[in-house]
């Protein structure tokens, strides 16, 4: 009897440990902070769960790190985006809002790098958003573009697209940055933290967020039927970057509600947001003469 409890319990593990292996296990993962995150406690344990659809969530980040994305050699563009998933700060969803995602931009010749942050709304996190989670995609922008060109990537070419909780993250990296620290030790803190460009989908919008002539570009998208702190957020914020002289394009979706991400079973308009990004994205590197 116990054999064959342990056989089932096997089986019904199987699912989450091949899916687990298929998104993430055949592409290159690096630690942001090889030598372990400033301020994280020894423990990098990751918790994986599956929901009712089958999608991977993980929580208990304490190793952040990016899981490398890379397109063919024939169709690569130079251009990398660093993909943020969402979960409320307690999660993050791994796959409609991760890895579903990179594939997408890296079959369009586009890297992408997913980010595993610390989690600071977790039961007893000891992190905080604007302190360890914001630090997490700063440090991502400065490796990615430290590493540009053994990727074979253009440093000027570096973005981020968040979703929820990760759309967060992306506009407050788009609009706290600095130029790196030139004489540092660690190669990657040399570099600058300011994404060239930002994708913020259905994102959950920071308090007093200042937008500048400098502030990054700015993709918009969400649906009507999203929180009015959402969906009346991203009218105000592209207000906002326009009156500040930054480029923005707005996206909002009828009938839509929050966190649809890159799923197969999206219909209508909404399934060709991702079209409407890359297009997005042509158009800004056609005007930056790229």
């Known amino acids: 009897m ?26 290159q993962v690096r630690l942001l902070w090889p030598n372990g995150a400033p301020g994280s406690p020894g423990n990098s344990k990751e918790t994986i769960r599956l929901n009712d659809r089958g999608e991977h969530i993980v929580s208990n980040v304490h190793a952040p790190s990016v899981t490398v994305y890379l397109p063919a050699h024939q169709k690569r563009t130079s251009t990398a985006v660093i993909v943020i998933p969402g979960g409320g700060h307690t999660e ?9 995602v990179a594939e997408f931009l890296a079959s369009h010749g586009i890297a992408a790098f997913v980010l595993k942050y610390r989690l600071a709304r977790a039961p007893g996190s000891p992190y905080s958003v604007e302190k ?14 430290s590493q540009s060109a053994q990727w074979q990537l253009d440093p000027q070419r570096v973005g981020l697209m968040g ?9 407050l990296a788009a609009s706290r940055f600095d130029g790196g620290a030139p004489d540092s030790d660690d190669l990657v803190e040399r570099q600058s933290s300011r994404p060239n460009f930002q994708a913020l989908l259905y994102p959950a919008i920071p308090p007093g967020l200042q937008s500048s002539p400098d502030t990054p570009p700015a993709f918009l998208l969400g649906g009507n039927e999203d ?21 923005a394009e707005l996206h909002i979706y009828e009938g839509v509600g929050h966190g ?10 909404i399934a060709e947001w991702p079209q409407r990004f890359l297009e997005w994205l042509r158009e800004l ?3 930056a003469g790229k």
């Open 92 to 100: 993050l969803w791994m796959d409609h809002e991760g890895y579903r």
């Open 260 to 269: 649809f991400g890159l799923r197969a079973d999206n219909t209508g308009p």
């Open 163 to 171: 979703f929820s909780a990760g759309g967060e993250l992306a506009a």
């Open 132 to 145: 360890h989670s914001l630090a997490d995609v700063q440090r991502a922008v400065r490796l990615v573009r």
């Open 285 to 287: 590197e056609r005007k």
């Open 227 to 247: 929180q009015p702190a959402i969906s009346q957020g991203l009218a105000e914020l592209y207000l906002a970057l326009r009156r500040a002289g930054s480029h």
């Open 2 to 27: 116990a054999g064959n409890t342990l056989i089932r319990a096997f089986a019904a593990m199987l699912p989450l440990v091949i899916g687990y292996a298929h998104a993430a296990g055949e592409h």
